[in-house]
DNA sequence: CTTGACTCTGTAGTATAGTCCAGAGTGTAG
DNA sequence: CTACACTCTGGACTATACTACAGAGTCAAG
């Protein structure tokens, strides 16, 4: 298992090869091992890492932004630079928890309201748009 | 200020212009109401809908999925119909959570490294990678 | 060995989400 | 009134993140 083709590490981590390549050209996955013949080799920690991205970009991470994170989470390099930037991420990503939280609230509000009353004409709105005048 | 001219929305919202006449013809922002000239006008609801937007966007949810969590919270159709949309995008919201508070605590691992080791050769891996071979 | 599936590089094409004109009309301060 | 900033439409252009070839080489089951 610890050696894989692209085929089998785009298969387990569920991302196309032609992405794996693409990520790697990016810097997203470090140059992979080579056989002679020129076949990347894979193990187990890129199927983590690639899924570690995929995870990333569906919270709206840029790959610039996770290039970013994988880098903090790597590096061997100079660890009170890296400090102060794992701060500024967990910074980020509280405000994007909140936020998360606060549309969770207010779909909460809606599924509430639909409940209690099965034929409303006024549901309650999230966030805004008071009415749309009829003419 | 209950009637605004776009550019005046766009500034207040902080997005531009073409950006906010983008969205109404991806119909994120319903038509808006003319003057004769053809001027657009806008009021105070469409600043906070697009501040809604702004957010989403930063969470990672596309302008379709956007769309319908607008339509979710402004529609007033058929409420239990909705109901069920709406539970969907509660445990979409809370998968999303998770996984920030997941990043977080791994960002939270190097932090407390860090601070406890400030010449680290060895940084603590979030999720991953245990080595590079050399050769 | 052969053969069919897999991989390589390099380049081109696609989808999404804007962003930027050109050319023409509008609003308003002075 | 004028002048200058603002707005309109329609269409072209851009960046990001893939995705799809083409043409050539590699692997491994039978």
Redesign the interface.
Known sequence: MSSMKIGEVAKRSGVGIETVRYYERQGLL?ES?RRPSGYRQFDE??V??L??IR???????TLAEIRE?LE?????SN??H??QR??D??SD??T??R???Q??R???K??A???S???????P??????R??PK
Chains 1, 2 share one sequence.
């Open positions: 470090l091992k920690s890129t983590e890492r899924g570690y995870q990333a970009k569906e919270l709206g991470f994170l903090l989470s790597f590096t061997q660890c009170s890296i400090h794992a701060e991420k967990i990503i509280e994007k928890i936020s998360l939280q549309m969770k207010a779909l909460r809606i599924v309201h639909c409940k009353n099965n034929l409303s004409a006024d549901c709105l999230v966030h805004t748009n008071k749309r005048e």
